[in-house]
């Protein structure tokens, strides 16, 4: 299943709800709803450098839906001048009864849709009622699949982006449909902004608890190692801090890890009703990415692609 046939394929308004049903499963711990384990990951020496570079596995396995399946994602952070992209990904559908391969499927365009879908998610249940401005920190392809869902679901008066490389913040402003503003500092971009999302491949912080409003809501995508960083320790320490996995956190997360802080709850249980949403807070959701989220994007988009191919 090509990147082309999954693009035509995957809607937000369809991917979400069963996101939000399939982070509720994960949560509620049940065997027969989800198992996945921490994502297993090997880094991509060379000759003997440690490069920013890896190979991450996610194996998943959902009962009561029929779904077994992995996603092989490779993450290399290979600089400004290169146009292959940073996140290269492949999901293996296979059949739970007999363990056969069903589709082998482009994980680019999942990797994009899930991850942004996540993240409004969590803006739905996080940010303070009648948010208007969103600032967008990176500009690569993370930033847009967030611009895409954000604008969809929510409707800002005002989206700002920021980028290190000004150029590369004006091409985004040019490449998106509706208005947007440059930002020159991370500062000004988060000035008074009721939601942020950071999606770039720092690994040193980028965005500073001094400069975030109360109540304002963080969807913290990007520093997804152990040593890697996107908000420095004030912003941690003050905020509520959610994550997609409590567990992927503790192992993956720099800005989890190195500030010290705890998981306050993870976005199943808020969707679950087991713990609050502190909405009137500071809050950081840390995502890191999920099998689980692979797994039933690629079976929405596997039972699309056969029904269309059974028809011709
Ligand atoms: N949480 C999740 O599920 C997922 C997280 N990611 C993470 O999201 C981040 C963005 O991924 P993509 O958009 O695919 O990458 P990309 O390469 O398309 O975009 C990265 C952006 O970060 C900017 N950037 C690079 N170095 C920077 C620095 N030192 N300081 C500030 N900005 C910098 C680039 O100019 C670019 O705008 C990565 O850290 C990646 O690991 C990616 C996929 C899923
Ligand atoms: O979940 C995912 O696919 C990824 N998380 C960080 C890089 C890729």
């Not at 046939?5 to 027969?32: M, N, Q, T, V």
């Not at 009864?97 to 899930?114: F, L, Q």
């Not at 996540?118 to 920190?137: N, T």
């Not at 905020?239 to 567990?247: L, N, Q």
Request: aromatic share 8%; charged share 25%; proline share 4%.
């Amino acid at each position: 299943v090509t990147e082309e046939d999954a693009r035509g394929l995957l809607h937000y308004r369809e991917l979400i709800p069963r996101l939000e049903e399939a982070l509720g499963k994960f949560s509620s711990r049940e065997s027969a709803e989800v198992i996945q384990p921490v994502r297993s990951t090997v880094y991509c020496w060379l000759k003997l450098v440690h490069f920013s570079r890896f190979l991450g596995l996610m194996p998943t396995y959902m009962e009561n839906d029929g779904v077994l399946s992995t996603k092989l994602v490779c993450f290399y952070n290979r600089g400004a001048g290169s146009t292959l992209p940073s996140v290269s990904a492949t999901v293996v559908l296979l059949d739970p009864e007999s363990g056969n391969v069903k589709a082998v499927m482009d994980g680019e365009v999942i990797t994009k849709m899930r991850t942004a879908g996540a993240s409004a998610i969590s803006a739905k249940l996080l940010m303070r009622p009648g948010a208007e401005v969103l600032a967008i920190l990176g500009t690569g392809q993370q930033a847009l699949s967030h611009y895409n869902a954000f604008t969809e679901m929510f409707s800002f008066k005002e989206v700002r982006v920021w980028n290190h490389r000004r150029e590369a913040a004006e091409k985004f402003r040019c490449s998106v449909g509706g208005p947007v503003t440059v930002c020159s500092s991370v500062e000004e971009a988060v000035n008074g902004a009721d939601v942020i999302v950071t999606a770039t491949r720092s690994t040193e912080p980028v965005l500073y608890g001094q400069w975030v409003k109360p109540g304002a809501h963080v969807a913290a995508v990007g520093a997804c190692r152990p040593d890697w960083r996107e908000l420095d320790d004030v912003l941690m320490k003050e905020a509520v801090v959610y994550a997609d996995s409590r567990d992927g956190a503790m192992v993956e997360s720099g800005d989890v890890i190195l500030s010290g802080v705890e998981v306050f709850a993870e976005l199943g249980d808020v969707i679950n009703g087991t713990k609050p949403a502190h909405r009137e807070k500071i809050t950081v959701f840390k995502s890191l990415g999920m099998g689980v989220e692979d797994a039933v994007s690629a079976k929405l988009v596997y039972d699309q692609w056969k029904a269309k191919t059974s028809n011709l």
